[in-house]
């Protein structure tokens, strides 16, 4: 799987939009970019994926570069309950592949 | 509700013990997936099953053991329990084996002493 890398942490104001970047330059034509995030205590929840248009759901945008070499992952409105730790992950969409998490950007909202 | 039960929540085990962490879902998903989770490594798959009756190795599954005699159970074996396994444990399923989506448990904290 191609290589991520994220800061490893940031701080947000409480509703304000938190906009989470990833590089992913080595990332190759069929795969995908997957967020999944981890608030304290719980299980990794799955947020969002795309491979190479733009996606957004009830719960976040992601934004993928032309050249598909780095996302943003963005919470339009972030929550207290939004502090988490946030994994960006490329992937085949296999059933050969299994998910690989790397260390992620805690993300602290502050209000 | 839907989704991963795994047992226990906590556990304090001596090393040289046995241990079995349990999970069951009630998705009916195919595939199912144990990680654990160590500070500064993030998560790592230990093993999977992309169906009933088979299973595979996942990055580090030196020391554990998995069956998957049903859809629904996937139960993570520990024969002889050593201090580096002291870790959270979290077990996953999917619908499908490599779909997008991941659903996980809240985890087992398992100490090894």
């Not at chain 1, 992952?73 to 790397?102: E, Q, W």
């Not at chain 2, 199912?32 to 500070?39: E, F, I, K, S």
């Not at chain 2, 049903?70 to 779909?99: E, I, M, R, W």
Request: proline share 5%; hydrophobic share 35%; charged share 15%.
């Amino acid at each position: 799987d191609a290589k991520t890398t994220q800061p490893p942490s940031m701080d947000c104001a409480e509703g304000r939009a938190a906009n989470l970047p990833c590089n992913h330059s080595t990332i190759s034509g069929n795969e995908y970019v997957y967020w999944y995030r981890q608030i304290h205590s719980q299980g990794p929840q799955y947020i969002i994926h795309g491979l190479k248009n733009n996606e957004t759901n009830e719960m976040a945008s992601l934004i993928i570069t032309e050249d598909r070499k780095s996302s943003t992952l963005i919470l339009p409105h972030a929550t207290l309950r939004d502090t988490a730790v946030y994994y960006c992950i490329v992937r085949p969409r296999s059933n050969d592949y299994k998910l690989s998490f790397g260390a992620g950007t805690t993300v602290t909202v502050r209000a | 509700i839907a989704g991963i039960t795994q047992a226990p929540t906590s556990q304090i085990l001596a090393a040289g013990r046995r241990m079995t962490l349990r999970c069951t879902q009630d998705m009916r998903h195919n595939a199912m997936y144990w990680y654990r989770q160590d500070l500064g490594l993030g998560l790592r798959l230990i093993h999977y099953s992309n169906t009933a009756g088979t299973t595979g190795k996942g990055e580090v599954p030196d020391g554990y053991s998995v069956s998957r005699a049903n859809t629904d159970d996937f139960p993570l074996t520990l024969a002889s329990a050593v201090p580096s396994q002291t870790s959270v444990y979290f077990c996953a399923s999917s619908a499908q084996p490599g779909a997008n989506v991941l659903t996980f448990g809240a985890g087992s904290r398992l100490t090894v002493l």
